[in-house]
C-alpha cells in the first residue's frame, strides 16, 4: 500500500503561482508514475499532469502546458507541481495519485489507471 498526503494548495489570485506537493509513504519505493488530477463540483476528475518516476519524463493536460511544471524528488518520494499564471478556471480540488508498473489498459491521463489517490486538496484562484 502507498499512501499519499498533499499539501501547498490555497487562495491566490489570478496570475499568482502555488506549488503543491505529493509525499508518498509505504511502499512507495514500486511507484512508476504519479500524477495530478482536479474536480470540481458536479464534474468528473480530470488529468493536469504526469511524471514518470524513475525517469522523470512528464506529460501534461493542454491547458495547464506552459504554466505548470511537474516534478518529482526520488529521495524524498515526493512529487512536485508548480503552477504559474494560474487562472479563476485552474480553481478546483487537485488530488495526487501513483501507480505501480503492470498491465493496464489505461492511458497515464485516465484515473482509472491509478491505484493510490491522497485526500486532495483545494485551490481556489480569485479574479
Known amino acids: 500500500q502507498v499512501q499519499l498526503a498533499e499539501s501547498g494548495g490555497g487562495l491566490v489570485q489570478a496570475g499568482g503561482s502555488l506549488r503543491l506537493s505529493c509525499a508518498a509513504s509505504?511502499?512507495?519505493?514500486?511507484?512508476?508514475?504519479m500524477g495530478w488530477f482536479r474536480q470540481t463540483p458536479g464534474k468528473e476528475r480530470d488529468f493536469v499532469a504526469v511524471?514518470?518516476?524513475?525517469?522523470?519524463?512528464?506529460y501534461y493536460e493542454d491547458s495547464v502546458k506552459g504554466r505548470f511544471t511537474m516534478s518529482r524528488d526520488n529521495g524524498k518520494n515526493t512529487a512536485y507541481l508548480q503552477m504559474n499564471s494560474l487562472k479563476p478556471e485552474d480553481t478546483a480540488r487537485y488530488y495526487c495519485?501513483?501507480?505501480?508498473?503492470?498491465?493496464?489498459?489505461?492511458?497515464?491521463?485516465?484515473?482509472?489507471?491509478?491505484?493510490?489517490w491522497g485526500q486532495g486538496i483545494q485551490v481556489t484562484v480569485s479574479s
Open positions: 495519485a501513483a501507480a505501480n508498473r503492470g498491465g493496464s489498459a489505461f492511458s497515464v491521463t485516465n484515473s482509472r489507471r491509478y491505484t493510490f
Open positions: 509505504g511502499r512507495a519505493e514500486s511507484t512508476y508514475i
Open positions: 511524471v514518470y518516476w524513475n525517469s522523470g519524463h512528464t
